[in-house]
């Protein structure tokens, strides 16, 4: 077990730490927070927006006359990571939003990420610079070049140092290889290729070349009209290379040896959960729709995410889920309105914990649950700026669902649906949690921190 990682319930307080973004007043869309991602250190937290910009937070030092200070992320890098484009052969504006940032494990000095919009995939190195070349031969120090019959002797150029400067270059740009939207992108543990999933492919790509992919799923049905489910994530395997999973929204999970064939339209494993048929409804199908699959660190489990659940998965039972914790089961007497509202659609993620003994997920209201595996416990959180006062202790929130509302409780027909927490991020070896909520980035992290 992790050193840090308790029973959540019993051992960890769970205290307000930052909050980046302004208030919410005048928050245009660009703003709005649309992907979180932690590196392998957890030292850097990246985010993503609509507006196609990446911010990068680095954790602060501990210094010795403020311990208390260890654990404060502040901005590191900001860069325009996508602009908006435009489809002349479709008549169609790509946007310019982030749908995901995956970092790559660090090799050297540098630091590497691959960011996605709709259509384009790329890998940005950020690097950082304290020092400049001065004393070059052929060019004044303002970078003009000089008249070569002036130059009368040789100058050996030196490097002095200068404020230190964070460079974010694009490194690949690896496009035109999906006609839908791109909606996941993930590392290979060879750390040589990558795959990135739209709507019906999945391709395969190598870091080094940027004009060729190889498609490695194809669930496109020669006429469309026979479509009948599609892709909504996918990931590698965190330890064999060569293993992949992709969930689709008919609820199904489809596991993928790649060196069963080249192209893997035949799944090694399919995960399903037989549908009770006393709960089906109109809503059924959409609600079973799986908007986020995420590997357990171990390599053992999948954790899945649908409209009201989320599900752990043993690879070895393929039949029906292992565990199943409910979100927001309070919601499946609203479906109706939430349909009408367009919410039934969001697509919300999942994280485990760096010992995969919790589950954290988000619902509305900015409210965020986490799931004790071991205990069978379960929290629920706010992110909001009310109790935003430092190490302030996060109070559980409960919602009323019928008859008499307790003072600490929230009614279901006074939850706002337009503050939803789809993004969340986990430290990989510490409890600290950062939950994107509209257009702010807020960090949590245990009393003991």
């Not at 860069?79 to 494990?105: A, G, T, V």
């Not at 929130?397 to 939803?420: T, Y």
Request: proline share 4%.
């Amino acid at each position: 077990m992790i050193p840090g990682f308790g029973n959540l319930m019993q051992d960890v307080l769970w205290c307000f730490s930052q909050v980046k973004g302004t208030i919410d007043i005048g928050v245009t869309e660009a703003d709005i927070i649309s992907t979180v991602e932690f590196n392998h250190t957890g030292e850097l937290l990246a985010t993503g927006d609509k507006g196609g910009r990446v911010v990068i937070f680095q954790r602060e030092q501990e210094s010795k006359n403020q311990p208390h200070r260890r654990g404060e992320y502040n901005v590191y890098s900001t860069f325009q990571s996508h602009e908006p484009e435009f489809d002349y052969l479709k008549s169609l504006e790509i946007e310019e939003k982030i749908n995901k940032i995956r970092w790559l494990p660090q090799q050297n000095a540098a630091y590497f990420l691959l960011s996605t919009n709709d259509k384009t995939v790329k890998l940005w190195k950020v690097s950082e610079r304290d020092k400049r070349p001065e004393g070059y031969n052929l060019k004044d120090e303002d970078g003009r070049f000089r008249d070569p019959s002036m130059i009368t002797m040789l100058r050996v150029p030196v490097l002095r140092p200068m404020d230190l400067m964070v460079e974010a270059t694009p490194r690949r740009v690896f496009a035109n290889a999906h006609t839908y939207h791109i909606n996941s992108i993930s590392v290979n543990s060879d750390y040589e290729t990558y795959m990135s999933a739209d709507d019906l492919r999945i391709n395969l790509w190598n870091f080094e070349i940027t004009n060729q992919s190889f498609n490695i799923v194809d669930i496109k049905p020669a006429n469309m009209e026979e479509l009948t489910e599609v892709i909504t994530a996918a990931e590698f395997h965190p330890n064999h290379c060569n293993t992949f999973v992709y969930s689709s929204s008919k609820g199904t999970i489809r596991l993928c040896d790649m060196r069963a064939s080249a192209l893997c339209d035949q799944h090694s494993k399919f995960f399903e959960e037989p549908e009770d048929p006393s709960n089906r409804s109109f809503f059924s199908e959409i609600i079973s729709s799986i908007s986020d699959v995420k590997f357990s660190h171990s390599g053992r489990y999948i954790m899945t995410r649908d409209y009201l659940t989320v599900k752990v998965w043993d690879l070895n039972m393929e039949n029906r889920p292992i565990e199943t914790y409910q979100v927001h089961d309070y919601l499946r007497s609203k479906l109706c309105s939430l349909y009408e509202n367009d919410c039934i659609f969001d697509k919300f993620e999942c994280v485990w914990n760096g010992s995969d003994s919790v589950i954290m997920t988000g619902s509305y209201n900015n409210f965020f649950r986490m799931f004790d595996r071991n205990t069978k416990r379960d929290v629920t959180l706010e992110a909001s700026r009310e109790n935003s006062k430092p190490r302030a202790i996060l109070k559980p929130r409960k919602v009323c669902v019928g008859g008499k509302r307790r003072k600490d409780e929230i009614s279901v027909d006074s939850l706002d649906f337009s503050k939803k927490i789809l993004h969340t991020a986990w430290h990989p070896s510490e409890n600290i949690i950062a939950v994107a909520a509209t257009n702010n980035l807020y960090i949590f992290q245990d009393k003991v921190n």
